[in-house]
């Protein structure tokens, strides 16, 4: 359901030139009407205000029931860093946070992660932009496991796309709570996008065409 934190958080992708209407093509070659590209965040004022909206979301989904933040590299890297700092900032939260090269260093501390050391038993959150398709975290879980016997039971990213994968039938959200038992949680999702166009009465040439892509895609 659209309320005024989530009217804001799609006004302020909007102004950030992250989310945009008009025709695209998304990776796996789908044409829609809308794209988010949250690489087009680039300021000090955008991750801080970014890093609000995730921190709160895990303030009212966790608590301070984990032990530390993971963000995937590399989009997730500079997220968990700013929402570990908000967390401590704006509700006295201070957890630890790490997240892992692309490659093993060879040298020095050698490893692939980098900041927090994960022991077992942990509860580690994953904080991302956007699932795709599940490929990230498909690599990232095997990266976890081997560092540590961690819990990892939930993410955290800004939209939730609502689409199916490869197959047809489940969406990559659904895919991974299935193989990981991992819960996903959106700051909003495509619904509330379209409801919020709908709410607008401005993008009337844009509705159809998401009507018709989320009709063909998504599950809703």
Not at 72 to 101: C, H, Q, S, W
Not at 144 to 172: P, Q, Y
């Amino acid at each position: 359901m659209l309320n005024s934190l989530k009217i804001e958080f799609i006004e302020f992708m909007m102004s950030a030139d992250v989310l945009r209407f008009g025709d695209f093509v998304t990776k796996s070659g789908r044409n829609t009407p809308y794209f988010i590209n949250t690489g087009n965040y680039r300021t000090g004022k955008q991750i801080s205000t970014l890093s609000k909206f995730y921190s709160r979301l895990i303030k009212d989904t966790c608590g301070d029931n984990f032990d530390a933040m993971f963000g995937p590299a590399y989009k997730g890297i500079p997220l968990v860093a700013a929402t570990a700092a908000n967390m401590y900032e704006e509700y006295g939260i201070d957890k630890p946070y790490f997240f892992n090269r692309k490659e093993a260093k060879d040298h020095g501390e050698g490893g692939n992660l980098v900041g927090y050391k994960p022991k077992d038993g942990d509860k580690i959150i994953i904080v991302e932009d956007v699932i795709t398709a599940g490929t990230a975290i498909r690599e990232t879980m095997p990266v976890l496991k081997s560092a540590a016997n961690v819990n990892v039971a939930d993410m955290f990213i800004s939209v939730n796309r609502c689409e199916v994968g490869a197959n047809g039938n489940k969406t990559a959200i659904m895919e991974v709570n299935e193989e990981f038992g991992l819960k996903v949680h959106s700051i909003i999702s495509v619904s509330d996008i379209y409801e919020y166009l709908k709410d607008k009465g401005t993008y009337g040439d844009v509705l159809p065409k998401m009507e018709e892509y989320m009709k063909k895609y998504c599950i809703l």
